[in-house]
Each structure stands twice: as structure tokens, then as C-alpha cells.
């Protein structure tokens, strides 16, 4: 077996893997990643796009900002739109920050090509990763590559894996527990080369399910509506969907909206997941392969990035300052963050959706109700942008 080493192993060339990846070398910490399938594959599937500032520091920081900066649209406001009633959310004004539209394969092509351009090393279509000796002060992997066997020595295993990635499997039943919420819907997502209907985001509510308006560039719109979860791309065509989302859009939007051919549509299934602890040993989970989100407050990339942002700490600090307790760190600092982002991704589900039979009348008068407050007051709007921009990233201590 070939066998090599390095300072931080991290499984997973996603955009939680990536980022981690530039910011420790931007440190002078050696890393490798393994990824399972091809760059190619990975670019394949489409995700969401809307970056807190949190994130995009991150990025700078990493050295693969400049398409961001140059592309991105910076938006300063987002509207929430119930039935024909629009009701913008100022984010600019309610909490001085704003976000980035800028789309998730976007800025994973950027940093993979970052990493490509630095000569720093990623084993695409690496097969049957597995962690060893986590819990030792000499973790490995292995891994097959071309036929081969190799192994990777290191310090410690960064888990970029996601939801089906082999880390969280690494850590034992006994010691983690896992908290789930599946809804009973997706978002049926569309893409095309078409203007958008609105300068800024829409998310609607309305009597006839959630809709979600949302665009990757002045030319390129993506737009979401929530179909059970049994349902299926293949019986929805481009004039079904086109029919139903102008349905769904608040009556002074319709009118700006242009339809036109789809260049990619999809399913996306919604719940809330989280596993604890996010560390074990020297293995730490980040990102999706912690935590899920439904995509309801464009969270989960973001959560992926504080993840990153914790352990980017720890790890140069570990190296830089020898303090190796501070990696118990990890799992308090990041969860706490997690559990806010899925709260409010659960609630913000909860209120925009329509779960049919699943609330009473009793339900829908509360749900009308906070409607009713958290859209209309001044407080209740601060409550929503605050969250929408981000909370703060939490220092070590
Ligand atoms: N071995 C090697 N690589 C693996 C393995 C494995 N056993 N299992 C999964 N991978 C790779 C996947 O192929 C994928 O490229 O790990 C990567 C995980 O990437 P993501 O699922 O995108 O997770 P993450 O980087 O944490 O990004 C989170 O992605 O799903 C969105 O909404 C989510 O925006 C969030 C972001
Ligand atoms: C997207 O642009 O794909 C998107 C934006 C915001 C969300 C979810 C998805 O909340």
C-alpha cells in the first residue's frame, strides 16, 4: 500500500472541503482532499446561491473571491410576499448588513480552480474512503484509486463529506445522537435563460403553496415551487411549471415575468438534520455532513461556511500556538450556530409552506397571526433580517 502524509486529511471537494482547503494553506497547513466522484460531477448539481457576508469574508480570506466580487450581486433587501401583499424586507436597513446572489457551483468551480492553480493536492474519483485510528494521535484514511490501495497519514480528518459521506458513519451509535425533521414536500426547481421578475428575491406564500423567485445573474432566473414530496420532475413540463409559479406570484409581479426553456429542473427534498457531537477524536464533521437545512432560509451553505470558519481557527491555532485542547472547541462553537440556523430554516418553513390537513384551523390562525406580526413590525422584521444576514461567527475562547 503507498503511503503518504499530511497535516489535516479532509474527505469531501465540496464547497466545505475547498474552503477549508485554501484557508489552511493560506496558513501554511499541508492538506489533501479525497473526493469520490469527478470535478465535473461535482459542478453537476445545482444548489442554492445566496451568501451571507460571513461567508464571503471567508472567501476573500481564501484567495477565491474575485469572480464573487466581480459577479455577485450584492442585495440589500429580500421580499416575503403572502398572497398578492408584498412586504420587503429592508436587510440593509434593519441590520447594516446585506447578502451576496452568487451561485453555490459558482463559487465551488472558483475554488476548485484556486486549488488547481496553488498545485495543491485533491484525489478526484477516490473509491471507498475510510477513516482510521480516529480517535489516535495518528489517524489515516485509505482509499482506492485507479485500482490501487494508498494510505493517508495525518494529524487530524476534516469531514466534508455530506449527508451520505462515510464520516458521520465513523462515529459510533453510542456516542452520537441524531435529531431529524422530514416535511412533507419539496421545492420543484427550475433554471433558465430568462430575466428575472424581480430585482430581489421573492419568497411567496400563498393559498396555493410556497413559491420562491430567485436569479443567478440579470439573464439567468432560478425559481422554486413546493410540491408534495412524492412528486416527480417527469410530470411537470416547462408549461406546467411556468403556469403554476405565475400562479403563485404576487398579481403586480406576473406581469414582469418571462418564461422560456428550462436548462436544468429538479426536486429538491426538504428537512431538517443534525448530528452531535461534529467532533470525535480528531475527526470533525463539517458542514452537510453534520447538518442539513431545508433551503427555505438559504442556510445550508452558509452553516457549512461557519463550520469551516471554526475549525480554520482551530487548526491554525493547534499548529501556530501548539494548543491542542482547543479542538474540544470545535463541536460547542459550531453547533450553537447550527442549531440557530436550523430553527430558523425549520420556522421559516413552518410559516411559508402549506402543510395541507397537517395544521388544524387552529394552526392556520396562528400561522396567519405571525404572519400578520413578524411581516408588519418594525421588531418582527429586525427578527427575520437579522437571521436572513446571519449571526456572528463565535470567537475561540
Ligand atoms: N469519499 C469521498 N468523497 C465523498 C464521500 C466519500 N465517502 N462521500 C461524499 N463525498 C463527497 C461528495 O461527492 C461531495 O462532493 O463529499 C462532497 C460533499 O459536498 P456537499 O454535499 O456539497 O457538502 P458540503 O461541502 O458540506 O456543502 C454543503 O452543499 O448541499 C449543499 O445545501 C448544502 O449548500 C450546502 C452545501
Ligand atoms: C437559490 O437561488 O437557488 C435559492 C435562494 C434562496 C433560497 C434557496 C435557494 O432560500
Not at 453510542?174 to 433558465?192: A, D, I, R
Request: hydrophobic residues 35%; glycine residues 8%; proline residues 4%.
Amino acid at each position: 500500500m503507498q503511503t503518504q502524509k499530511t497535516q489535516v486529511a479532509i474527505i469531501g471537494a465540496g464547497p466545505s472541503g475547498l474552503l477549508l482547503g485554501l484557508l489552511l494553506d493560506k496558513q501554511g497547513i499541508d492538506n489533501v482532499i479525497l473526493e469520490r466522484v469527478t470535478g465535473e460531477y461535482v459542478l453537476g448539481r445545482i444548489r442554492a446561491g445566496v451568501l451571507e457576508q460571513g461567508f464571503a469574508k471567508l472567501v476573500r480570506e481564501a484567495g477565491a473571491s474575485a469572480n464573487m466580487d466581480a459577479k455577485g450581486e450584492v442585495h440589500d433587501g429580500v421580499e416575503i410576499a403572502f398572497n398578492d401583499t408584498r412586504i420587503p424586507i429592508n436587510l440593509k436597513e434593519l441590520t447594516g448588513e446585506n447578502v451576496i446572489v452568487y451561485g453555490q457551483v459558482d463559487i465551488t468551480r472558483d475554488m476548485m480552480e484556486e486549488r488547481a492553480k496553488r498545485g495543491l493536492e485533491t484525489v478526484y474519483e477516490a473509491k471507498n474512503v475510510e477513516p482510521h485510528d480516529v480517535k489516535s494521535d495518528s489517524p489515516y484514511l485509505t482509499y482506492e484509486k485507479d485500482g490501487e490501495t494508498y494510505k493517508l497519514e495525518c494529524d487530524y480528518i476534516a469531514g466534508c463529506d455530506g449527508f451520505h459521506g462515510v464520516s458521520r458513519k465513523t462515529i459510533p451509535d453510542n456516542v452520537k445522537k441524531e435529531y431529524e425533521k422530514v416535511y412533507p414536500f419539496g421545492w420543484l426547481g427550475l433554471m433558465s435563460d430568462t430575466p428575472p421578475i424581480n430585482d430581489e428575491l421573492i419568497y411567496a406564500k400563498t393559498d396555493r403553496g410556497f413559491a420562491l423567485a430567485s436569479m443567478r445573474s440579470k439573464t439567468r432566473s432560478r425559481y422554486y415551487i413546493q410540491v408534495p414530496a412524492t412528486d416527480d420532475v417527469k410530470n411537470w413540463s416547462d408549461e406546467k411549471f411556468w403556469e403554476e409559479f405565475k400562479l403563485r406570484m404576487p398579481a403586480s409581479a406576473r406581469e414582469n415575468l418571462v418564461t422560456g426553456k428550462s436548462i436544468e429542473k429538479s426536486l429538491v427534498p426538504t428537512r431538517s438534520f443534525i448530528c452531535e457531537p461534529l467532533q470525535y477524536g480528531n475527526l470533525f464533521l463539517v458542514g452537510d455532513a453534520g447538518h442539513i437545512v431545508p433551503p427555505t432560509g438559504a442556510k445550508g451553505l452558509n452553516l457549512a461556511a461557519s463550520d469551516v470558519a471554526t475549525l480554520y481557527k482551530i487548526l491554525t491555532r493547534v499548529y501556530k500556538q501548539g494548543d491542542k485542547k482547543c479542538i474540544e472547541q470545535y463541536s460547542p462553537i459550531a453547533l450553537r450556530r447550527v442549531w440557530n440556523g436550523v430553527r430558523f430554516s425549520w420556522w421559516l418553513t413552518d410559516l411559508l409552506h402549506d402543510f395541507g390537513d397537517d395544521k388544524d384551523e387552529f394552526d392556520k390562525k396562528m400561522e396567519r397571526s405571525e404572519i400578520e406580526y413578524f411581516l408588519k413590525s418594525p421588531a418582527g422584521q429586525k427578527v427575520i433580517a437579522e437571521q436572513y444576514v446571519g449571526l456572528p461567527y463565535e470567537d475561540l475562547k
